[in-house]
């Protein structure tokens, strides 16, 4: 049975919001992936749910040859385009002194989670360390018992 795939709700306009861009980036690979649109057709596909800043770096940057650009490596240039160069910076800043505190763990590990997607560039022990790092000691202590540690655990296990 086929369906019609479902057109995106989300349109980015540009701006700084990491929320927004990657909405629309999940949203626009599902779409594309549901219609079976060839690679070639993809960016420029994708440029219908941008508008403002985000157009405006797709008219000029791909907008005459979309069809020589991959998805991802316009949206690669697109977040290079519409988020601050020290971006990434102040998000490995930020994971560095992420402490749990009084929230959750399911809540605290989806904030690790943002917070290491726009990092970039850590390998899965770092991850591991850096959660672990993260977490109170009330729940590293249970978690020593259980037989996990930083060292050797996977983030599945923790």
């Given amino acids: 049975m086929r369906i019609k795939p479902l057109k995106p709700t ?3 306009d540009g701006t700084a919001s990491l929320r927004s861009f990657q ?3 999940r949203e626009i690979i599902t779409y594309l992936e549901d219609g ?3 690679e070639y057709r993809q960016v420029e596909v994708a440029s ?3 508008k403002g800043k985000a157009y405006t770096f797709f008219e000029r940057t791909c907008g005459d040859n979309a069809g020589e650009w991959t998805l991802k490596r ?3 240039k697109l977040y290079d385009f ?3 160069i020290d971006f990434r910076t102040e998000q490995r800043r930020k994971l560095v002194s992420l402490q749990q505190k009084n929230r959750r763990v399911r809540d605290h590990v989806g904030i690790f989670n943002d917070l290491c997607n726009t990092a970039g560039m850590l390998d899965e022990r770092h991850k591991v360390i850096f959660l672990w790092d993260s977490l109170d000691s009330v729940i590293t202590k249970d978690l020593l018992r259980m037989g996990h ?3 050797t655990s996977s983030l599945e296990d923790l």
Avoid: C, G, K, S
Wanted: charged share 25%; net charge negative.
């Fill in 10 to 12: 989300e349109i980015y």
């Fill in 48 to 50: 219908r749910l941008l």
């Fill in 23 to 25: 909405r629309n980036m």
């Fill in 74 to 76: 316009f949206y690669e």
């Fill in 36 to 38: 079976q649109v060839p």
């Fill in 149 to 151: 540690t930083p060292e």
């Fill in 82 to 84: 519409a988020f601050p």
